[in-house]
């Protein structure tokens, strides 16, 4: 099973900060993914990421959020102006390069702002 | 069209009983269907998955079955243990497009 890596695994930000969450798959893949997950909710579709564009988003991803390969290897998501309501737990995914159907999530970057 | 719809909300199961989680979906362009186990603050992890082609997937003490006609999916975990408590997901695919995600049910498994 390929491994995701996501890093801080905790951010605690003030209201209207800027946050930055980092992805580390081991192994190379072409599809990248973020979702989020609002406690106890369902996990959500963010956006979608291949071949260094963004192939499909939600409207959830509005212009406050930007996602960047800036490496090569990490795969970043950007909030600009957090607002409280993007309290949630934040899952990197990839798409297994194998079978080009399932999908491994990494184990979530939890942001509260506050 | 896009939604997948996932019940119960919560199950309380005995250890050694069956748990059987359903869901159903709307759009005929899915043509995967993953379930996810997920634990508290952990990410989801793939637990088994079925293609509409199939109409039953078995995988140690988890099943899938798949009914295409009915556009419908359980999932069914045979003698329940503790540790399978956890929330599972149901989910669907379609080519490279993203995967939508069932609302979740918070499984229980008593002692």
């Known amino acids: 099973e390929p491994e995701v890596t996501q890093t801080p695994s905790h951010q605690v930000t003030q209201m209207g900060q800027e946050v930055i969450l980092r992805c580390v798959p081991i192994s190379n893949h072409l599809y990248f993914y973020w979702y989020r997950q609002i406690l106890g909710q369902k996990v959500e579709f963010l956006v979608s990421?291949?071949?260094?564009?963004?192939?499909?988003k939600s409207e959830i991803f509005d212009d406050q959020f930007s996602v960047e390969r800036p490496d090569g290897s990490n795969f970043t998501l950007k909030i600009r102006s957090t607002k409280l309501e993007d309290s949630a737990m934040y899952f990197c995914a990839i798409r297994d390069r194998a079978t080009n159907e399932k999908l491994f999530f990494g184990s979530g970057t939890q942001l509260s702002v506050l | 069209q896009q939604q997948v719809k996932q019940s119960p909300q919560s199950l309380i199961v005995q250890k050694g009983g069956i748990s059987i989680i359903n869901c159903a979906y709307e759009?005929?362009?899915?043509?995967?269907f993953p379930w996810y186990q997920q634990f508290p603050g952990k990410g989801p992890a793939l637990l088994i998955a079925?293609?509409?082609?199939?109409s039953e997937k078995k995988e140690g003490r988890f099943t899938i079955s798949f009914n295409k006609s009915a556009k419908q999916f359980s999932l069914h975990i045979m003698d329940s243990q503790p540790g399978d408590s956890a929330t599972y997901f149901c989910?669907?695919?379609?080519?490279?497009?993203?995967?939508?995600f069932g609302t979740g049910t918070r499984l229980l498994v008593s002692p």
């Open positions: 990421f291949y071949n260094n564009e963004i192939s499909e």
């Open positions: 759009n005929t362009a899915f043509d995967y």
């Open positions: 079925i293609r509409p082609d199939v």
């Open positions: 989910a669907a695919l379609t080519g490279f497009q993203k995967l939508v």
